[in-house]
């Protein structure tokens, strides 16, 4: 289902909405056969604290067919780096090789997620993907940038260079923006092919509608999660004064804390761990993530490379 621009453009003018997707109708927190337009709201509030015009329809009718609404509390959507040392040290310490999962970050910004492990570019360099508020930071990134292991918020420093930065996706404050992704080149010999505490990892696919996704994060580890909406506009603090807008997005339960952002969400499939999305932003209600299609418009297709250099148990 395809909602009109302007129809969106009304809905999410009305106070307190931040955005809305596309997903099934929910009713006691439990997913329906029947689609609807998902109305995300900062604080799901009682119609009679609302002014009419501000209230959102039960169905909204467009293109001479109906669709119902479902409004859904997301809470206060923002970036997720972190300028505070993680609560499980185990993941924001150094690691040699190091597996996808683990502190991450631009020499001049805070921690986030090493996303991924090894890739292969269309030119055959060797990358690793992450969030540009990660390892592209607005206003401060340039190609050639050290990129650290753990990231400086978890006391990496000079010494913790494993990577450089490629490129970053531009964000943009005043127009929509598809994708808050960045790739760093690097020495496979400084990584593992795998992501720690998921399966061997096996590249990307599209997400199901119905399956659990799993992610495995500098903060909070691997959690789980299903998928609420796709084709989500959004607007996410974080990154300029005023809220930036994001299209495009998949809507996740919550599984995610600051610190959390350049995880990739995805699936256990039979031949390991396929990735669907790059986790960017979120609450404590939900999490928001680029599906990997958009990140590889911005950057090429990417191809798994296999590079294995050991277990990743021991730090130096």
């Known amino acids: 289902m395809e909602i009109p621009e302007s129809v969106r453009d009304d809905i999410e003018a009305r106070a307190n909405v931040v955005g809305t997707a596309i997903g099934p109708k929910r009713v ?28 959102i329809p039960a169905e909204i009718e467009f293109d001479d067919r109906k669709c119902k609404t479902d409004v859904q509390e997301v809470g206060d959507l923002r970036a997720q780096a972190t300028a505070e040392p993680a609560e499980r040290p185990d993941r924001e310490r150094r690691w040699r090789p190091a597996p996808a999962g683990v502190s991450f970050g631009h020499v001049e910004t805070t921690a986030g997620t090493l996303g991924s492990p090894p890739l292969e570019t269309e030119d055959g360099e060797t990358v690793v993907v992450t969030n540009a508020h990660v390892a592209a930071p607005i206003g401060t990134a340039e190609p050639g940038d050290d990129v650290l292991q753990p990231g400086p918020a978890d006391g990496g420093t000079d010494d913790d260079v494993v ?28 990584f593992e092919d795998a992501i720690l505490g998921i399966d061997e990892f096996a590249g990307f696919t599209e997400p199901p509608t119905d399956a659990t996704f799993t992610k495995s994060g500098r903060t909070t580890g691997v959690t789980t999660g299903d998928l609420r909406g796709r084709d989500a506009r959004v607007r996410v603090r974080g990154y300029y004064e005023e809220p930036t807008v994001f299209t495009g997005i998949d809507v996740f339960g919550p599984m995610s804390a600051a610190g959390d952002s350049g995880s990739l969400i995805g699936i256990e499939a039979d031949d390991g761990f396929r990735a669907t999305d790059l986790l960017f932003a979120g609450s404590d209600r939900t999490t928001l993530a680029v599906p990997m299609d958009a990140v590889e418009a911005e950057h090429g297709e990417l191809t798994p490379v296999g590079a294995t250099a050991g277990t990743g148990d021991t730090g130096d």
């Open 28 to 55: 006691g927190d439990r997913p329906t056969d029947e689609e609807a337009l998902i109305v995300l709201v900062s604080r799901k509030l009682p119609e009679t604290q609302l002014a009419t015009a501000d209230r």
């Open 163 to 190: 990577g450089t930065l490629v490129g970053g996706s531009e964000i943009r404050p005043d127009e929509p923006n598809t994708t808050d992704s960045a790739v760093v080149a690097v020495d496979p010999a400084d």
